[in-house]
């Protein structure tokens, strides 16, 4: 049984691996109509990158995955930030210049776990005290929930909204450091209980769902105050 999954994950990741741009990015496909991507924009965005790295972070011991992985975390790191934040772009592409957008924590977050999943090493103790910067500053409450957007105080209110999938995405890779925020929680857990599972961000209730149970799914082990 085990050979032929691993047979199985190898077929796979000769598709996927093929799929890959050459610098490590994946190309992510845009259309206004659901379930209809014959006309799809292809975009230059590294959060595909990142959800992908993070979902093959738990195969070990394929070639051809591990080699995709390596791709893909090289792209991300070339993407950061001197703060470590990350933005929906690659940056310096036709679409970072068209349609520009600040960093924000749902793409950083994305590609923080992703990395920290292939390498923990990767984000190191200069790293983190940049993170643990950046969420002070964009704090709703002390301890969460957090803002979007790295936009300064005074930014339109437009861009200083506290999004239920963003906020997920936080706590995931807080929780991977065992770091539990009893206002972060609280605020992912009262969206569900109320059945408000929405988000700006995304189109169905479906990624919003899988990003708060990948939080919820991973329990702290120790609680730490940042």
Known sequence: MEKELLSYLSQSASWLASQ???DGLFLSHSTPHAGRFSNAKLLHSIF???????????????????????????????Q???????????????????????????????????LFGHNPELIDGTALAAITQMLTLMEVRVGGPYYTWLVTTDAPQAWRDSDLAVNSNIGYFLSLHDITLP?????VTTHLAAKRVTSRYYPSVFPVLY?????????????RSL
């Open 20 to 22: 890959q741009e050459e």
């Open 48 to 78: 595909p990158t990142a959800l992908i790295l993070s979902s093959l972070n738990a195969v070990s011991n394929v070639p051809e995955i591990i080699k995709i992985k390596s791709k893909a975390a090289a792209l991300l790191l070339s």
């Open 80 to 114: 950061k930030s001197p703060h470590w934040s990350f933005n929906y772009w690659k940056r310096n592409s036709d679409e970072s210049r068209r349609m520009p957008y600040p960093d924000d924590l749902d793409d950083t977050f994305v590609a923080l776990s992703g």
């Open 183 to 187: 206002r972060l929680n609280r605020f």
């Open 211 to 223: 990003f708060a149970s990948r939080f919820l799914k991973k329990k702290a082990k120790s609680v």
